[in-house]
């Protein structure tokens, strides 16, 4: 029996997405998991995977189409199999009816051995995977004319130049002169930068946190020293592509103390708490243009490494434009991690609609006193902003002690 293939909704505010690409078109024999489409949303560009095993029988939206959430997509069947749904979406510029399509022809793109200056009619409008397979095989893409809403430049139209054997060199021309006491350029001038879709995504979200949510923050110092140790101990034994990291500890300690805080794992709907009964942390990311949360499903009950592995994995996907939607969707709590940069304390904005966010600082080796005298020890500031309607002071307070039981005696984690 034939099986409708829908938009899938990634977080709570998507509305629509972009069908940027058909992986797999009308006729081909697809499997359960496999990659039917890539979609563009305000956050990335993800793979669509099929729901059903069988052959796509009809595509039912167009390449460059907005499509609502929950709308059909495709539908999957049987060979032979009779269907046939009209589309709901229509295309995004779609040619009249009584127009004759013209001939397709590859994007025409500026063939050059020298260094090529940036489009001087402003920023160039393209998907998030066609800047990254323009960014690793060295392609302008002010060379490029997009063929997708709008002028915007997808992933065919960079494909289709590199398959036309075009040549892009973006290296500056080697002076015919050395160049002595050079200087930076310095410009004067002011630039006006439009904000990405996920940069507006970050601002719609944050503003409307900011406003609606009575935020409040209790920060506590932990010691790290026993979780330091560890670490070295656990990764004498692995690879280097599987080692674990402080924060893989902190995202472990982070969900067993949410097990015993379940008003923290929630979220508020209406005049009701949710209490979830899995504890799927959030891990804020950096992508180009702002921040993605990657999702830990169930990860009280993973191992460091599993944690570690699939971090890595998803944090991959999410900096090259392939995210999946498991990747991003489903978070009760988030946390974010500025350690990295040598950040002494900070507080996060809660991700509505959950409960709190864990803003987690750096681990840093510091003089402090204990038993009255003075020696070198690591410490990390960690500060948890808590929604007001859902829970208190005290219980956050709460909280960050018992996260201590974890994170100052880490074999807890282990047992």
């Known amino acids: 029996m034939a099986e409708t293939i829908n938009m899938p909704k990634l977080g709570f505010d998507m509305a629509e997405g972009l069908l940027v690409r058909w992986v ?40 460059g189409a907005m499509v609502p959430v929950n709308a059909p997509i495709a539908i999957v069947g049987a060979a032979g199999e ?60 002010s060379a490029i004319q997009g063929t997708g809403p709008g002028g915007r430049v997808v992933r065919k139209d960079v494909e289709s130049a590199l398959a036309g054997g075009a040549t892009f060199d973006l290296r500056p021309s080697t002076p015919s002169t050395p160049i002595t006491n050079y200087q930076l350029p310095i410009s004067t001038e002011d630039k006006t930068i439009p904000t990405t879709k996920l940069r507006q995504a970050i601002g719609r979200r944050l503003v409307e946190s900011k406003q609606t949510i009575p935020h409040f923050y209790v920060t506590h110092e932990y010691k790290m020293e026993a979780v330091m140790d560890m670490r070295k101990q656990i990764n004498a034994y692995l690879g280097d592509n ?13 969900a ?21 009964g899995h504890v799927n942390v959030g891990v804020a990311v950096t992508v180009p243009g702002g921040l993605m949360t990657v999702v830990v499903k169930d990860a009280d009950a993973k191992s460091l490494r599993q944690i570690s592995g699939e971090i890595k994995a998803m944090a991959g996907r999410a900096r090259e434009g392939k995210v999946k939607p498991e990747d991003v969707d489903g978070s009760t709590f988030s946390t974010s991690n500025l350690g990295m940069y040598d950040v002494e304390d900070f507080i996060a904005i809660v991700n509505p609609p959950e409960a709190a966010i864990l803003a987690i600082s750096s681990a840093r080796e510091v003089p402090v006193v204990e038993n009255g005298g003075l020696k070198a020890g690591w410490r990390m500031k960690a500060t948890i902003s808590v929604d007001h309607r859902v829970s208190d002071g005290a219980e956050a307070a709460q909280f960050m002690q018992a996260l201590a039981g974890f994170l100052e005696n880490p074999v807890r984690m282990l047992v």
């Open 24 to 63: 797999k078109q009308v006729g081909e024999t697809i499997n359960k998991g496999d990659v039917l489409a890539e979609i563009e949303t305000d956050k990335a560009t993800v793979e669509v995977e099929s729901s059903a095993s069988g052959v796509v029988l009809q595509h039912i939206a167009e390449q």
């Open 256 to 276: 067993l103390t949410l097990r015993q805080f379940p008003n923290l794992n929630a979220a508020l709907k209406g005049n009701e708490i949710i209490q979830f």
């Open 82 to 141: 009779k269907v046939d749904v009209a589309s709901p979406v229509a295309e995004s510029g779609k040619q009249k009816a009584d127009e004759k399509p013209a001939a397709q022809t590859p994007p025409t793109v500026a063939a050059t051995t020298q260094a090529v200056s940036p489009a001087d009619n402003g920023p160039i409008k393209a998907s998030p995977l066609a800047k990254k397979i323009a960014r690793d095989n060295n392609v302008n893409l």
């Open 242 to 254: 599987e080692k674990v990291s402080v924060n893989d500890f902190i995202i472990k300690a982070t």
